[in-house]
């Protein structure tokens, strides 16, 4: 008889210990790094506080964790819109964002936690659309810098509307219709041959420029000389002569090959005096 109770109670105690540790284990919940949780109270709906990275206790049955990742994520929207002058644009976008961590109970309160696929989805088309339209199809391409720097700013503030931060926005993708694509390139070919006429005329000028005053060089150089053989006779053909004779005898004492004959007399009579 005592056997039997003392078997009842271990079983009883194992049985007490197993629902225990169900109890605990439905009672604790993780929350990683990177991550934020909000708590939904089956009699107080969803509580306000926002739950940090650690291990966290729940009223099991009663309290449910639901998990929200708040790195930053990139997203890539795509859409097709017209421009000012009416060109087909296709254009897509790089979104880096992530929920702003301390709103998570309102993002899951007003939206859920498919936020992700509800609100960048909506809004960066619908101000893609709207910026586009007011820029012509060429616009697009030299200004795009511009362009990006608008949806970017029109993105941050719409999106903060929602609770979310909008890290960074780019232009990864614009393209038109072939018909367009093909009159911009001829267009930039146009432009570019314009350009390369406009450098060889200005070379031409430049060249015509330099003849004139090459010209009006050698007529003044003439019109000094002239002035000096008038005034001086022939003095100063005799000095340049004399100045040119200077350079050659110069320039000829530097050469090893320049060999010195006397003027006058035989050079061959001490060779005759020997014989």
Not at 66 to 87: A, C, E, F, M, W
Not at 238 to 262: C, F, H, M, W
């Amino acid at each position: 008889m005592s056997y039997l109770n003392a078997a009842k109670k271990i079983s009883q105690g194992v049985l007490g210990l197993g629902v225990a540790g169900v109890i605990l284990q439905n009672s604790l919940y993780d929350v990683d790094g990177g991550e934020r949780a909000v708590i939904y109270d089956r009699f107080r709906g969803v509580l306000p506080k926002v739950k940090e990275p650690g291990m966290h206790f729940k009223m099991p049955y009663i309290q449910y964790p639901h998990i929200y990742d708040v790195k930053s994520r990139p997203r890539t929207v795509n859409t097709s819109t017209g421009s000012k002058d009416l060109q087909q644009v296709n254009i897509s976008l790089r979104i880096l964002s992530h929920p702003i961590p301390e709103k998570i109970p309102t993002i899951h309160g007003e939206i859920g936690q498919d936020y992700d696929d509800r609100v960048l989805p909506s809004i960066a088309p619908e101000i893609l659309k709207a910026i586009v339209a007011q820029y012509d199809a060429e616009q697009l391409i030299t200004n795009r810098e511009q362009v990006s720097r608008e949806i970017s700013e029109t993105l941050i503030e719409r999106a903060g509307q929602f609770h979310l931060n909008v890290t960074d926005v780019s232009i990864t993708h614009l393209t038109f219709m072939k018909e367009f694509e093909r009159s911009i390139e001829h267009k930039q070919i146009a432009q570019q041959e314009a350009e390369r006429a406009k450098f060889i005329v200005a070379m031409a000028e430049q060249e015509a420029k330099a003849a004139v005053i090459r010209a009006e060089g050698e007529s003044e150089s003439a019109r000094i000389i002239t002035e000096a053989l008038s005034k001086s006779g022939e003095g100063v053909i005799q000095v340049r002569r004399i100045d040119a004779a200077k350079e050659i005898a110069t320039a000829l004492a530097g050469s090893g090959n320049v060999t010195y004959l006397p003027g006058q007399g035989n050079m061959l009579l001490g060779l005759n005096s020997g014989r």
